[in-house]
């Protein structure tokens, strides 16, 4: 394989109210930006600097996304966000070693990064974010 982890970007939550997850992890020292609306995801994302990572809280901000999650299966782990050096070659790569992607092509994410999702019946049952800055 020629894909590159460079390192974890972001361990993702999904709450249903941001601000109340804010104040409560900033109890434990994790205070960010004020949230940021990603509307291709429809998800408002607060980001809480870790170390080289972040804490990232979402919540829905519109019908998709956390919406169904929550819905579903109740706050709680959202998907791991991994940073990759190259985001197409690594979604062609993956495809062609036989995982499942939810997004075939880059999307616009959150700081305006590039990102594209794996599906988790492929990856373990984890919903994986790639992410290219």
Do not use: C, Y
């Amino acid at each position: 394989w020629s894909m590159k982890v460079t390192r974890i970007d972001h361990v993702a939550v999904a709450v249903p109210d941001l601000e109340e997850a804010r104040r409560t992890f900033a109890l434990l020292g994790l205070a960010g930006p004020e949230p940021e609306l990603v509307a291709s995801q429809q998800t408002l994302a607060a980001l809480l600097p870790v170390g080289d990572g972040n804490v990232e809280l979402i919540a829905p901000a519109g019908n998709e996304g956390p919406r169904r999650f929550l819905e579903r299966r109740g706050p709680g782990l959202h998907h791991l966000g991994l940073e990759v050096d190259d985001l197409e070659a690594a979604l062609a790569e993956l495809q062609a070693g036989g995982v499942r992607l939810i997004d075939e092509e880059p999307r616009p994410g959150a700081r305006g990064h590039d990102v594209a999702f794996l599906h988790p019946q492929s990856t373990g049952g984890v919903l994986i974010e790639l992410v290219q800055k």
